[in-house]
């Protein structure tokens, strides 16, 4: 069993700043791409951006130049570092990831966190 946890959403004023956490636990083996997504009332869930095992990352451009991707590989954990918001930043954030289990059978296998409410006032 693989569980995705996320941190660090909330309230916060248009310019402001928010750091997203996630962390993966587990019967993990390895894991793949990580990334975040982010669903607005009544609209798709979009990507926000994406990385690899190796740090290629993989960004929305409504959101370049304004938030960045790391992750920790040594700890299963991905972070969203979130400047300059916007109202139009409000949204549920979900992490993903692509994770090979230790257990039976060992393919790999997408997951989702259960997601963090960031929203961002005028």
């Known amino acids: 069993q693989v569980q995705l946890v996320e941190s660090g959403g909330g309230l916060v004023q248009a310019g402001g700043s928010l750091r997203l956490s996630c962390t993966a636990s587990?019967?993990?083996?390895?894991?793949?791409?990580m990334g975040w997504y982010r669903q607005a009332p009544g609209k798709q869930r979009d990507l926000v951006v994406t990385?690899?095992?190796?740090?290629?990352?993989n960004y929305a451009d409504s959101v370049k130049g304004r938030f960045t991707i790391s992750r920790d590989n040594a700890k299963n954990t991905v972070y969203l570092q979130m400047n300059s918001l916007k109202p139009e930043d409000t949204a549920v954030y979900y992490c993903?990831?692509?994770?090979?289990?230790?257990?039976?059978?060992?393919?790999?296998?997408?997951?989702w966190g259960q997601g963090t409410q960031v929203t961002v006032s005028s």
């Open positions: 993903n990831a692509d994770v090979r289990p230790t257990s039976w059978p060992p393919y790999t296998r997408n997951y």
């Open positions: 587990g019967s993990i083996f390895s894991i793949n791409a």
């Open positions: 990385i690899s095992s190796g740090g290629t990352t």
